[in-house]
């Protein structure tokens, strides 16, 4: 099991760090993988060639040599290097972890400082030994290159050089990380992987971030990480914001927005804001909570309403307070006023009132640090109700940054127009977790890397590169969406869709190794996918349908073979990888197939009591085993994972939601039960249809059969009372086939269709149930046999619909500078097409513009609904409404805007069920067709397509994919 807490040295080093800064005032201001030994300054194992650099060799690691006059936050890191070291070397951190001698028995040293900072260091740039262009007076950027000779004492050195000292931190981190420490070795538990033979190839590697500050938000905390915060750490002090910096530094991030639930990380702990300087995080205040306080600190000393017209002075005074903060610890400070518990200021956007208000906090500012205000880096954030004021054209001075945001549901809502300059810039605020409407979304990871990596690449191409924020929740869950957030943060350009698609399986094989990386891939990608459709906490009884389409039986039968995986994979794992796989993969799997388990029982429940079927019970028994198999997971994540590491982690409530807030405590859903009765009664239940016989009116009938369409149906025998029910079947037609023509007790007959003896066109029959009591139930079936011979490729219609997959298209033809592409795993089905790059201009379509084509074959003339499945993805260029055209055959396109409804009920269903339908009609003819997706705006991600002859059966999915003729 994991070590539960760090060595008590780290502790003492940290304090001994704060000392420092204390005396000496304030800092100045694509996924490396373990193994990778390709180009210059790559991390291999083996014995190293003559040219190369050994950091560890037979079991011992090189020295990491510093600068005394480094500062605190570098030596922490170099401190941090050598500790890893020894991690890969011994397994363990030896008691001493200091080092005095120049270089180790071999004459080798690993150099590590900050330009300026670092004699030796600075020497090698003066003889021109270090190469610093590209990173000299830049950003964050480090170099690591291999020097021999750098120092009297020193035969060969591999030198991390930082153009500050967040830059050279980057540079240690990313070595650590390519010699095979993850970022989440603690915060996971991953172990460290044993190499008693490392080196460092020749020659130079040089990178710097592309954005400029690049964070998470941990936020709704409230109760699992404040739960657990408080049990390992005492509260949310220096100490836990600590291990938070650590993470944040070695997955290249450098900014936090602190936790804010009735806590001020400025306020609670007098070393938060000193362990945030000496470690280089830039710690902000968040979108709500300007000049520098949080706002519990309202609460605590705050005199009068939060009301700028009627209590002004009081509120400068408040700030005023803050912005004195400045003198100690470097932050862009937020401007602009909401409401109270970060709501709106008022129902009407006031921009008069923003406006002055921003005045006088830039007064403020000014009075406080005695500088220009814009010589002090500020933002303004348009969360929610704030952009209708930068629509209505508000004035922000231009050196304040603009952060946008997204709509708390992944779906960017604004980016910069395009040519837009400011000089303080652009950033995107995005979300991974939220408390609000349609309902709160906390407990688990429910994110496709696919959305975020497509959204934050419009962000990216529309140059919103000052800022990149993602609020994280308890961060725990979050494991894998905030590491390839902040990867795609450092480098947006190098996040290509080749590079994203790899990533959950580098990400895998880093926490894991490579032998069950395509496995553990499968599971995270798989379970992400499965829970993006709808979160877990909006999932309930209603949601899939259990008669059509065998919906529910599907998603159960996917969540299963998940979990056979997730099961399989961990008894072939070697158990030091147990603990970080029951929290990265194992849980979340298991834990969210139960839950979707629970919700479908329960429809069952209701369901078959509603039937009169004696297995209602059973269902009520199943729904209390995956209601107490939840707890019991939770307490295995919290007590035994780790050795009770984790602790209160899994806190945060998820059943019986009744509106969009949380319920107090995981509530087991209603359940109903059926009394037994003496003897043995039948009952009837047919595929598509909810109701049972005998009872119902009418007579049963099953859905159609088509040749082209859905080969088996089914119908559901069950008791009705307390003994078994015999029964007999049998159909009129001999091409009418039965799985079994007699049983006793509940069972399932498959029906399907012969169709080489099957009459041509359509055809009806009957199937004849014989229950004890010797009453018959006729069920019809009917069945479609069309004497047709579909184009090869072509959809074709059955079951009154065609459905297709947006990335099964026949043919793409793409534009001038525009092209097509499929972005695998996004989506709810299976993968999403949409156009890149997002900053090409609306086209008009017709003749040889951008298009998709479906090929498809329709069985008859007539009106029909084309259905478009797309992301819910808002009008980010802010131009009324992103556009495409559908079209059928020859007949004129049709022009959709996927923004015409913007109210919240239709926002709050779009979110919801993670995708949007627009639906257009058609007159088509008869036979072979080309229904085409043309291109006007880029933004547009489309899903799925469904053309549908009349109403289709009620399911959150939808139909599934239509025949294609092969």
Request: glycine share 10%.
């Amino acid at each position: 099991m994991s070590e539960s807490r760090r060595p008590l040295s780290r502790g003492l080093m940290l304090q001994t760090l704060i000392a420092f800064v204390l005396l000496t005032g304030p800092v100045a201001a694509q996924h490396p993988v373990r193994g990778e030994c390709e180009g210059p300054a790559g991390v291999c194992a083996g014995s190293p060639p003559a040219s190369a650099f050994p950091l560890i060799v037979s079991g011992e690691p090189t020295i990491v040599r510093t600068d005394p006059g480094d500062y605190p936050g570098l030596l922490r890191a170099a401190q941090d290097l050598r500790d890893d070291l020894d991690r890969v070397a011994r397994g363990e951190i030896p008691a001493e972890i200091t080092n005095l001698r120049r270089a180790d028995s071999r004459g080798m040293a690993v150099i590590a400082g900050v330009l300026g900072r670092n004699h030796d260091i600075d020497r090698l740039v003066e003889e021109g030994r270090l190469d610093v262009s590209g990173v000299a007076g830049e950003w964050e950027a480090y170099v690591q290159q291999v020097v021999d000779n750098p120092a009297p004492g020193i035969d060969r050195a591999l030198v991390i050089a930082g153009s500050d000292m967040r830059g050279a931190i980057f540079g240690i981190y990313d070595l650590s990380e390519r010699m095979g420490v993850s970022p989440w070795y603690w915060w996971a538990d991953v172990p460290v992987t044993r190499n008693s033979d490392l080196y460092v190839t020749e020659g130079r590697r040089a990178e710097r971030p592309h954005v400029r500050y690049r964070g998470i938000f941990l936020n709704n905390e409230n109760p699992s990480l404040l739960g657990w915060v408080n049990e390992t750490y005492g509260g949310f002090n220096h100490l836990f914001y600590g291990d938070v910096f650590e993470l944040i530094l070695r997955l290249r991030g450098n900014y936090l927005w602190s936790a804010m639930w009735g806590k001020a990380f400025y306020d609670d702990d007098a070393l938060n804001p000193v362990t945030a300087e000496t470690m280089g995080v830039v710690v902000g205040t968040t979108h709500h909570e300007p000049m520098l306080r949080a706002h519990i600190e309202w609460e605590r000393y705050g005199t009068g309403d939060w009301n700028y017209r009627t209590n002004g002075e009081n509120l400068q005074r408040f700030w005023r307070e803050g912005i004195t903060r400045l003198a100690r610890h470097q932050t862009p400070v937020v401007l602009g006023m909401r409401g109270d518990g970060d709501e709106a200021m008022s129902d009407e956007t006031e921009v008069e009132l923003m406006e002055r208000i921003v005045a006088d906090q830039r007064a403020i500012i000014e009075e406080v640090t005695g500088r220009p205000a814009s010589e002090t880096p500020q933002m303004w954030a348009l969360y929610k109700e704030v952009l209708d004021y930068y629509d209505e054209g508000m004035q922000m001075p231009d050196d304040v940054m603009i952060l946008f945001a997204n709509d708390n549901w992944g779906n960017i809502r604004r980016v910069p127009q395009p040519g837009e300059e400011r000089a303080g810039g652009f950033g995107m605020y995005y979300h991974f977790d939220y408390v609000g409407g349609p309902r709160n979304y906390k407990w688990i990871n429910t994110t496709q890397i696919a959305r975020t990596w497509e959204q934050m690449n419009i962000a990216w191409e529309f140059a919103a590169d000052q800022l990149w924020l993602v609020n994280v929740g308890d961060l725990k869950p979050m494991e894998l969406p905030i590491s390839h957030f902040l990867t795609q943060a450092w480098n947006p350009a190098a996040m290509t869709q080749d590079v994203m698609e790899g990533f959950t399986r580098g990400w895998a094989a880093q926490q894991f190794g490579e032998a069950h990386a395509d496995d553990i891939a499968a599971l995270l990608t798989g379970y992400t996918n499965y829970n993006s459709r709808r979160k877990p906490e909006m999932v309930g009884p209603d949601t899939y349908s259990l008669v059509n389409f065998d919906e529910a039986e599907r998603i159960l039968a996917e969540w299963d073979a998940l979990a056979d995986l997730a099961n399989a994979v961990r008894e072939r794992l070697d158990p030091e990888y147990d603990d970080a796989y029951l929290q990265l993969v194992w849980y979340p799997v298991i834990a969210a197939g139960n839950l979707n388990r629970l919700h479908i029982e329960t429809a069952r429940n209701r369901l078959y009591a509603a039937q009169g079927r004696v297995a209602a019970n059973a269902a009520a028994d199943a729904v209390r085993e995956a209601f107490q198999r939840s707890h019991e997971l939770d307490r295995f994540y919290e007590e035994d994972v780790a050795d009770g590491k984790w602790v209160h982690m899994m806190a945060q409530t998820r059943i019986s939601y009744t509106y969009w807030q949380q319920p107090e405590e995981d509530v087991l859903p209603e359940l109903e039960s059926v009394a037994l009765t003496r003897g043995a009664v039948l009952g009837v239940a047919v595929e598509g249809d909810e109701r049972a016989w005998p009872g119902a009116d009418g007579a049963p009938s099953l859905p159609a059969f088509y040749r082209h369409g859905r080969q088996t149906r089914h119908i559901d025998l069950f008791d009705r009372g307390g003994s078994p029910a015999r029964y007999t079947l049998a159909a009129s037609a001999p091409w009418v086939r039965l799985s079994q023509t007699q049983g006793r007790g509940d069972g399932r007959v498959a029906v399907s269709i012969d169709w080489d003896a099957a009459p041509e066109g359509e055809a009806s029959a009957t199937i004849s149930v014989t229950g004890p009591d010797r009453n018959v139930i006729e069920i019809g079936v009917t069945a479609v046999n069309p004497a047709i011979t579909p184009a090869e490729g072509a959809f074709v219609e059955a079951d009154g619909f065609v459905a297709m997959e947006a990335a099964h298209f026949a043919r793409s033809v793409d534009g001038d500078g525009v092209e097509w592409r499929t972005v695998p795993n996004l989506g709810r089905t299976l993968s999403s097409v949409t156009l890149f790059p997002p900053t090409a201009e609306a086209v008009t379509p017709g003749g040889d513009s951008p298009r998709l084509e479906y090929d498809i074959h329709l069985l008859e003339a007539g009106e029909v609904e084309v259905q478009v499945r797309l992301s819910p993805t808002l009008d980010f260029r802010g131009q009324g409404g992103l556009r495409y055209v559908v079209s059928i055959g020859d007949e004129a396109p049709q022009v959709i805007n996927m923004h015409l409804d913007d109210s919240d009920a239709a926002w709050e269903r779009n979110v919801g069920n993670n995708s949007v339908v627009h639906t257009s009609r058609h007159n088509v003819e008869a036979g072979p067709q080309v229904l085409r997706i043309w291109m006007v705006d880029t933004g547009p991600v489309f899903q799925r397509i469904v053309i549908a002859r009349g109403e289709l059966p009620q399911t959150y999915l939808g139909p599934p994919e239509s025949w294609r003729a092969r």
